[in-house]
């Protein structure tokens, strides 16, 4: 069945560090990726996504790429800000699931510290 | 866009209790409906899905229900609460032509 694994955290980074969270997946097909956030208490909400390989997504300065041949999405930002503390969830949407069942990765905490 | 409302916000039940979280759907219709449930705010498990009225799946054996009695209203029940149900409850909403899930404020629920 289709798969999402994340790196373990917890991520900690000083302002304007630089900020890569991998993700790889196992799917059939050509799966739709996504990333969402998760701020402290609150429900998830979509960062960006990206529906065919070599496609980028980006939003607030986050992005990622659909890499079909490492089966991978990873998530970058240049320079992080205190804001961006949260939990991370990347997820892939199979081809041919009807019901749009998404799969989660199991998600990353990120600090920043000033 | 969608909103997806959830209530209540926050609930703390002893066992045994019965339980019902209600979810609704505004700026769309006919979507299909989610309840996940995250425990320890990390890993997001789908308990159930609906693809209209009347209609549930169930991925995972359970202590809980769901009914969607309409369209743009899904509701997750239980009639006794174990400790085990405590956890944050998701309700999200995605259509079937486009990829992404909308996710409500979350149910935080504490059974003691």
């Known amino acids: 069945g289709d798969s999402v694994t994340q790196m373990e955290g917890p991520v900690t980074l000083s302002e304007e560090a630089f900020l890569t969270i991998n993700c790889t997946y196992t799917a059939t097909g050509y799966p739709s990726l996504f990333w969402y956030v998760q701020y402290p208490g609150e429900g998830l909400q979509l960062l960006l996504k990206?529906?065919?390989?070599?496609d980028k997504g980006s939003n607030k300065g986050f992005e990622a790429t659909y890499r079909k041949e490492t089966t991978s999405f990873h998530l970058e930002k240049g320079s992080v800000q205190v804001s961006d503390s949260a939990v991370y969830f990347c997820?892939?949407?199979?081809?041919?699931?009807?019901?749009?069942?998404?799969?989660f990765g199991q998600g990353t905490i990120l600090t920043v510290h000033p | 866009s969608q909103t997806i409302h959830q209530w209540p916000a926050t609930l703390v039940q002893p066992v045994g209790s019965p339980l019902s979280l209600e979810c609704t759907v505004e700026?769309?219709?006919?979507?299909?409906l989610y309840w996940y449930r995250q425990a320890a705010g990390r890993g997001l498990q789908l308990l159930f899905y609906?693809?209209?009225?009347?209609?549930i799946s169930s991925e995972v054996p359970q202590n809980l229900s769901a009914s969607r009695p309409q369209d743009r209203q899904f509701i997750l029940s239980s009639k006794k609460l174990l400790l085990s149900d405590s956890g944050f409850y998701l309700c999200a909403s995605g259509l079937a032509e486009y990829n992404e899930q909308f996710f409500g404020p979350g149910t935080r629920l504490t059974v003691l």
């Open positions: 997820a892939l949407r199979g081809r041919g699931t009807s019901y749009g069942k998404l799969t």
């Open positions: 609906s693809v209209g009225i009347g209609q």
């Open positions: 990206a529906t065919k390989a070599d």
């Open positions: 700026g769309t219709s006919n979507p299909n």
